[in-house]
C-alpha cells in the first residue's frame, strides 16, 4: 500500500543520512519528493552531487523530484525555497524539517558565534520553514503535515553540546506550540527523536569499529540505527494512519531514553 500517493513533500537537508533515506522512503510510499540541500563552500560540490544521487533513485521509482538549493538558517532562501517548490508544483501537503548540524565544544570555551549559527540551522531553520509551510497550508485550506526531526537530546541533557541540545529542545517546544496552535486548521505536526543512527553527523565513530562498540555498549537493543528505520517513522507520521497523532514525539532509539542503568535493580534495597 502506498501511503503518500501524489503528496508533495519538501525535506530540507535531504541529500544525506536520515533526510536522504526518508526522501527514498517517502517516494518508495508514491510521493513526490523536493530535495533541500545546502550549498556551504566547502561542502557544495559534495552535498549537490549526493542530491542528484538522491534524485536519480527517486526518479527511478517514478515519482517527481526538485532539488533546491539553500540554507535554511536565512529567511531570504527559505522564502525562496517554497518559491521554487510551489512555483513548479503549485502545493505543498507535507514538511520535514530535516537539516542539522552540530558542534562539540565544552560550554566555557565555546564562541558566541558556533553557538549561534547551531541555533540558527537547527531551530530558526526549524521556525522558517515551519512558518512557510503553515502560510501555505491556511492559503490553500486543507491542512498539512509538519515533522521535526530532533534528537533524544530534545530532552536528555548532553554536556559538550550545549547549542545542539538547546536547539533541539526548542524545535520540541516549536512542534508542540504549532500543533496546539493550528490544530483546528487541520495542520498536524509531530517529531521523530531519532538516537544514535549511522549517518555523516557520526562519521567520527560510525567509522571507527572500537569507538562504534563503546557507542553500541550505551544501547539498551545494543546496536545504533539505520538512517531507513528512522524514515520508516516518518512515513508513518506523514501519512494518514496518524491522522489523530499532533503535538507528539516519537523517539526511535533502541531503547537509549530508557535509563539503562536501572537494568540491574541497584537503587533499592530488597
Ligand atoms: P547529516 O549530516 O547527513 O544530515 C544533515 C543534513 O543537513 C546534511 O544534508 C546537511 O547538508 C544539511 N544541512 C546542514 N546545514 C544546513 C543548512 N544551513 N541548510 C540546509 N541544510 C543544511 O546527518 P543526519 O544524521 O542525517 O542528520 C539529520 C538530522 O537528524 C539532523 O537534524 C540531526 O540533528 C538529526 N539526528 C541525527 C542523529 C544521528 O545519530 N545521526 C541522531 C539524532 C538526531
Redesign the pocket.
Known amino acids: 500500500m502506498k501511503r503518500l500517493e501524489g503528496k508533495n513533500v519538501l525535506i ?9 533515506a526518508t526522501a527514498i522512503r517517502f517516494a518508495d510510499e508514491g510521493a513526490n519528493v523536493a530535495i ?3 550549498s ?1 563552500a566547502r ?1 557544495a560540490e559534495i ?1 549537490l552531487a ?1 542530491a542528484q544521487k538522491t534524485c536519480s533513485i527517486i526518479r527511478e521509482k517514478g515519482c517527481g523530484e526538485m532539488l533546491v538549493q ?5 529567511e531570504e ?1 527559505v522564502k525562496r525555497i517554497f518559491a521554487e517548490v510551489l512555483g513548479a508544483w503549485g502545493r505543498l501537503d507535507i514538511l520535514v524539517n ?5 558542534v562539540k565544544s565544552p560550554t566555557h570555551e565555546t564562541t558566541m558565534g558556533a553557538y549561534d549559527r547551531v541555533l ?3 531551530l530558526r ?1 526549524a521556525f522558517l520553514c515551519a512558518r512557510e509551510a503553515v502560510r501555505h497550508f491556511l492559503d490553500r485550506g486543507g491542512g498539512g503535515v509538519i515533522l521535526n ?5 530534545e530532552t536528555v541533557p548532553k554536556p559538550y553540546y550545549a547549542s ?1 541540545a538547546v536547539s ?1 529542545a526548542g524545535i520540541r517546544a516549536l512542534g508542540r506550540i504549532l500543533a496546539l496552535e493550528y490544530a483546528g486548521q487541520g495542520i498536524r505536526v509531530n517529531t521523530v ?10 562519521r567520527e565513530w560510525a567509522d571507527d569499529p572500537a569507538k562504534r562498540a563503546l557507542v553500541e555498549a550505551h544501547i539498551p537493543m545494543g546496536r ?2 539505520d ?1 531507513e528505520e ?1 524514515a520508516g517513522v516518518f512515513a508513518f507520521l506523514a501519512s494518514d494512519e496518524a491522522a489523530y497523532i499532533t503535538g507528539q514525539t516519537i523517539y526511535v532509539d533502541g531503547g537509549l531514553t530508557l535509563y539503562a542503568d536501572f537494568r540491574t535493580p541497584w537503587s533499592s534495597g530488597s
Do not use: C, F
Open positions: 530540507t537537508g535531504g541529500s544525506t543520512g536520515i533526510g536522504r533541500n540541500y545546502h556551504s561542502e552535498t549526493e539553500g540554507d535554511v538558517a536565512s532562501d530535516n537539516a542539522g548540524i552540530q540558527a540551522v537547527n531553520g526531526n530532533t534528537s533524544i537530546h545542539y533541539k527523536a531519532p538516537g544514535a543512527v549511522v549517518t555523516p553527523i557520526n545504533a540505527g538512517p528512522i
